[in-house]
């Protein structure tokens, strides 16, 4: 394993790695291991920017859909996962506010623990991270006054922002630490304070979660102005902070939370406005993702056949343009298209979404 700069073969997202899932999913192992061979050619990341989406956690979780994932890639994982623990407890303890890369799924600790909770037997450092994404529901003091304990003092694009923000999606925002804490406690993984973590994630998505993130003036409004007309997606917008609150209800025990997000996801997929802003195929932000978190939210309802007809129609709205795509790979390309396409999860690749 090495630290030094790699090529993005190595990317979850759009390199060599990610495309693997299609082929380990196929049961093509024989192309899997070339594409694996490509990406780990030059070594693998286990420095900074390191995540599930890249180097050694991107790796071994493309190696445990096909039980591959050996103690060597552990390890380095889990080097990985020391490295980013201890920033976040050096962060925690100067006060200061979180970047969103230090917990989000795509750079931070949820995807690391999303990685981890897949583990068998469960990884020693599970709990330590869950600990650190529970501390995000304490809040923090930034600018003379008390924050939400993820808000960040930059923005969405990781620039300076004046007020900050709280992100609200599941790629980056708080519907992320929210789902993965909820997959954990269904699974009977829990650290002190977990479920008082998620009930405060839920509610503040009850109340914040129709805007991709939160501002200042949010905080300072009585109510949250309504959000402006917007693309509906699995990374960003309602329907993925719906899958969130899904399994939030599921793991507290909270019908009718339940119900609100399964009719959440139902108004939106049959609104002709909203549809027609969706503009692609990708399992981010297109028609893939949107049919891959239907099936999951329907496989956790109690009536899953009120969800058959949106994903006939997601479905078929996949099939005729996910050829389109003009790249390969995983979240943005053809890859994923067509392991949505495949109508099976045999390997669990959809948990890193954290749908599964």
Same mark, same amino acid.
């Given at each position: ?31 899997? +291991? ?7 050619? +030059?070594?693998?990341?286990? !420095?900074?920017?390191? $995540?599930?989406?890249?180097? /050694? ?33 050096? %962060? ?18 949820? !995807? ?7 583990? +068998? ?27 939400? =304990?993820?808000?960040?003092? /930059? =923005?969405?694009? !990781? ?22 804490? $909820?997959?954990?406690? +269904?699974? =009977? ?11 405060? &994630? ?6 914040? !979660?129709?805007?991709?993130? $939160? ?15 917007? %693309? ?17 209800? @599921? ?12 009719? $959440?996801?139902?108004?939106? @997929? ?6 027609? %802003? ?38 078929? %709205? ?11 790979? &995983? ?26």
């Amino acid at each position: 394993m090495t630290t030094a700069t790699v090529p993005r073969t190595q990317d979850l997202s759009e390199g060599a790695l990610g495309m693997a899932l299609l082929d380990i999913e196929r049961r093509d192992l024989s192309t899997a +291991r070339r594409r694996l061979a490509r990406a780990t050619v +030059r070594g693998v990341s286990t !420095g900074n920017n390191a $995540s599930l989406f890249h180097g /050694a956690p991107a790796l071994e979780f493309v190696l445990t859909r096909a039980h591959g994932a050996g103690d060597d890639v552990r390890r380095a994982v889990d080097r990985v996962v020391d490295a980013r623990l201890a920033a976040a407890h050096s %962060r925690q303890a100067t006060g200061k506010l979180p970047h969103l890369a230090e917990w989000d799924l795509i750079r931070g600790l949820t !995807g690391l623990a999303a990685l981890l909770l897949s583990r +068998r037997p469960l990884a020693p450092r599970l709990p330590d991270v869950l600990d650190c994404l529970v501390a995000l529901a304490h809040p923090a003091r930034g600018d003379g006054r008390m924050l939400p =304990g993820w808000w960040s003092a /930059a =923005g969405p694009d !990781g620039k300076e922002m004046a007020g900050g923000h709280g992100n609200n999606g599941m790629a980056h925002g708080i519907a992320g630490p929210l789902a993965v804490l $909820s997959l954990a406690l +269904r699974e =009977g993984v829990s650290v002190p304070g977990q479920e008082d973590a998620v009930g405060r &994630f839920a509610a503040w998505l009850d109340r914040h !979660g129709a805007h991709y993130w $939160s501002t200042e003036a949010h905080l300072d409004a009585q109510q949250p102005p309504a959000a402006e007309p917007a %693309r509906q997606s699995w990374c960003y917008g309602q329907p993925g902070i719906a899958r969130a609150q899904q399994l939030a209800a @599921l793991a507290l025990g909270d019908p009718a939370r339940r119900r609100a997000a399964e009719d $959440s996801v139902a108004t939106i @997929l049959t609104d002709p406005l909203r549809l027609a %802003r969706i503009t692609d195929s990708t399992l981010c932000h297109g028609w893939a993702g949107l049919l891959m978190l239907t099936r999951a939210v329907a496989a956790d309802s109690p009536a899953p056949a009120r969800f058959a007809p949106i994903i006939q129609d997601l479905r078929r %709205r996949l099939t005729d343009d996910w050829e389109h795509l003009p790249k390969p790979g &995983f979240m943005e390309g053809r890859a994923g298209a067509q392991l949505a396409l495949r109508a099976a999860d045999t390997t669990g690749w959809t948990r890193a979404l954290l749908l599964t």
